[in-house]
């Protein structure tokens, strides 16, 4: 990981120059190091040789032959492109083509003005402008000479008509298929495109990039696209997960048709505030609160996607805790108490199962409908009504607000086993 | 001696480090220098396992040497050879193992497969169907991608020697015994 500006990744095409990957599994070679005796007759002249390695899928550079470096940071040999100068010819020449026609176009809307000469002197037009002006090119091409007959000569490509023939073997022996590589091995590095295992070469590891991501209603940019890695925090803290009460799925008895079975799931307030918990059957029409999805596996899949979730068809009935569940609010340090829980609350053992800090687990009993076919996703779901403070201040209320919000959660904690036996 | 339940018929070379709380049943050998942590389960059942020198056994991985069916019952030796890593919660079912390999955390090796030397079976994968694995074979990935490595990986001598190091420091050790070397 590197701290980098956009416009020096650019220059080095995205790829990070001291980090390679492996040819054979993409993961990341890692530099492994030997101690070798220079020569049998000085047993005691030894000196470290370096070679990468991956560690995933034990592919090594002297698999292929790659020569031991002396330095672990290695100047680790890189092929080069076979036809990187038929590849620069062309960028060259396309390159003064494009300034051609731009320099063209914009010599165009001051066709009429003539005469402008005259005011150089009066008005100190700087001598970009009046190149411009003038239909010159400006100062990047002033050195080139962009005269059609001095475009630099490039070769067209050709087709030719005559293929290698295949060996004579090709159809009659079996293929080796741990020697030959795989598509995408081959598409890895478009360049080289080794025909066998022995042919493939390490490459430099492109760069990653934090995914752009903008919010649906008020389009502000939530997540830049950065190189930085240390600036990982999203650009506006208001992603439900700092606010609503998150919900996770602990543990569940095996789901069977027409069945009741528990379901425990943990509670955690993420907010500075107490708050209080009630459950009660899902709200129909409800329009003001937005709705959450938490699936078994993997459970933080609604914020990975950013594509709202279709809920389907909710196909059991749940027994919803009675009583409410308070939830204090988050301490970080709490984290590394150990004395226990100084909070006494008055719960029900058959309710609440568990808690520490701002967590509880909460035990429900749901039973998937009759006639389930084993194999279907169970889905069931509650309201979930939560004490919020809203802390965001404005012009008009200086204070925190208090205010009862209410979600509706579905939660698919997985498919029906089976039957139950009659 | 609660969890430990290997029998007489558990024999333990000098140099080999084997924890008490691990499990061996039936007729087992285990070689010089081979170290088997805590929570390893090796069972005989189909006839006795000989262990050889330099492997290393490590926690909760399962070696089960089954009955086989064509055999009709009658004992068939499981060898194992030397310098192999069985890595943390791998399930080997093979009927026979050579020398230097390695199988990886979580991979599964099944009853008809054969082992060579030299092989790698990587992290979680699982090998079902009868085969024998030529040697220096690399199986890792989803997708269990097979290469031919140019040689067998290297034995783990560091490893092995800090183990047998460490480890009798924090677990009790279950001694060779000492009876003339006859089977």
């Not at chain 2, 220096?136 to 997708?143: A, D, L």
């Amino acid at each position: 990981m590197e701290h980098l500006p956009s416009a020096e990744a650019k220059m080095k095409k995205n790829r990070c120059f001291t980090c390679f990957d492996c040819p054979n599994c993409f993961h990341t070679l890692s530099v492994r190091a030997t101690t070798r005796s220079l020569d049998d007759s000085q047993p005691k002249t030894s000196s470290k040789h370096y070679y990468l390695a991956c560690f995933f899928c034990r592919w090594t550079t002297r698999d292929v032959g790659i020569p031991d470096q002396v330095a672990a940071t290695g100047n680790w040999p890189v092929k080069e492109n076979p036809h990187q100068e038929l590849l620069t010819s062309f960028l060259d020449h396309y390159k003064i083509v494009a300034m051609r026609e731009r320099s063209e176009k914009e010599k165009k809307p001051f066709v009429l003005r003539r005469g402008y000469t005259s005011y150089t002197e009066k008005f100190g037009l700087t001598n970009m402008i009046a190149r411009k002006r003038a239909g010159l090119p400006s100062l990047p091409l002033a050195g080139k000479d962009i005269n059609p007959a001095n475009l630099p000569a490039i070769t067209p490509c050709v087709a030719s008509e005559t293929v290698e023939p295949l060996s004579d073997t090709f159809f009659t022996e079996p293929p080796d298929l741990t020697k030959i590589t795989t598509i995408s091995q081959r598409h890895a590095n478009p360049m080289l495109q080794a025909v066998s295992t022995s042919g493939l070469h390490p490459q430099h590891r492109h760069f990653y990039i934090k995914r752009s991501l903008r919010c649906r209603s008020c389009e502000h940019n939530v997540s830049k696209p950065e190189y930085n890695p240390g600036s990982i925090k999203f650009k506006i803290q208001l992603a439900a997960y700092y606010h609503m009460p998150e919900i996770r799925v602990m543990t569940f008895e095996p789901l069977m048709a027409g069945r009741s079975c528990e379901i425990i799931l943990k509670l955690t307030n993420p907010t500075l505030h107490l708050t209080s918990l009630q459950f009660s059957p899902p709200a129909k029409n409800n329009k003001g609160g937005s709705v959450e999805v938490v699936s078994g596996d993997p459970p933080k899949k609604s914020i990975d996607v950013p594509q709202p979730v279709v809920v389907e068809g909710v196909n059991s009935k749940i027994e919803l805790p009675i009583c409410p569940v308070v939830l204090p609010p988050r301490d970080d340090a709490a984290e590394y108490d150990d004395t226990g829980d100084t909070h006494n609350f008055q719960d029900d053992p058959k309710i609440v199962v568990w808690r520490k800090g701002n967590k509880a687990a909460v035990k429900f009993i749901i039973t998937p409908d009759d006639g389930l076919q084993p194999g279907t996703d169970v889905i069931f779901s509650f309201a979930l009504e939560y004490g919020y403070v809203n802390t965001m201040q404005t012009v008009e209320v200086k204070q925190p607000q208090r205010a009862e919000m209410q979600v509706n959660v579905f939660i698919a904690p997985g498919k029906i086993l089976g039957a139950i036996e009659e | 001696m609660a969890t430990s339940s290997h029998g007489k018929d558990v024999r333990i070379s000098q140099g080999a480090v084997v924890c008490m709380d691990c499990k061996l049943e039936g007729p087992i050998t285990v070689g010089p220098r081979t170290v088997i942590h805590p929570k390893a389960c090796i069972t005989a059942e189909g006839g006795p396992i000989i262990i050889g020198e330099n492997n290393i056994f490590e926690e909760q991985c399962v070696i089960k040497h089954k009955l086989d069916g064509e055999t009709k019952g009658r004992p068939q030796t499981l060898n194992i050879g030397s310098n192999n890593v069985f890595e943390v919660g791998c399930i080997v079912l093979s009927k026979a193992i050579g020398d230097n390999n390695i199988f990886e955390a979580k991979s599964f090796v099944g009853p008809d497969v054969e082992v060579g030397h030299g092989c790698i079976i990587g992290a979680g994968v699982s090998l079902q169907l009868p085969e024998k694995l030529p040697d220096n074979v690399i199986v890792t990935g989803s997708q269990y991608n097979r290469t031919i490595a140019a040689d067998r990986p290297p034995p783990q001598t560091l490893q092995l020697d800090f183990l047998t190091k460490v480890l009798p420091n924090y677990h009790h050790l279950r001694r060779p015994k000492d009876r003339p070397n006859v089977l």
